[in-house]
Nanobody
């Protein structure tokens, strides 16, 4: 399984970005896909995840109402739409695959990781 995240960049506070994660591998359509982020000097934290079917999502409180995860299993892609961005959203964002059936916020449960894409929000 290989994951390739893209779409990061520099944006002003209040702006939007859309991250994409292109995945390879036959298990993707049945797997939970998650997004995590890591700011300098901080631990990696859960942002959100989406079930294999796309019918269920879960978000961290810090992004709820601003971020939306979607997936297109036909294209093996997962997207993270980020609106009303804040300087505290600045981080490297990672997509990840959890081959289990239970959605989790714990990074240790995710089996495969992408390389990360930088998001910088200026004030």
């Amino acid at each position: 399984v290989q994951l390739q995240a893209s779409g990061g960049g520099l944006v002003q506070a209040g702006g939007s970005l859309r991250l994409s994660c292109a995945a390879s591998g036959s298990i993707i359509g049945r797997s939970i896909m998650g997004w995590f982020r890591q700011a300098p000097g901080k631990e990696r934290e859960f942002v959100g995840c989406i079930s294999g079917s796309g019918r269920s999502t879960s978000y961290a409180d810090s992004v709820k109402g601003r971020f939306t995860i979607s997936r297109d299993n036909a294209k093996n892609t997962v997207c993270l739409q980020m609106n009303n961005l804040k300087p505290e959203d600045t981080a490297v964002y990672y997509c990840a695959v959890d081959v289990s059936v239970s959605m989790t916020t714990m990074s240790s449960h995710y089996n495969y990781w992408g390389q990360g894409t930088q998001v910088t929000v200026s004030s």
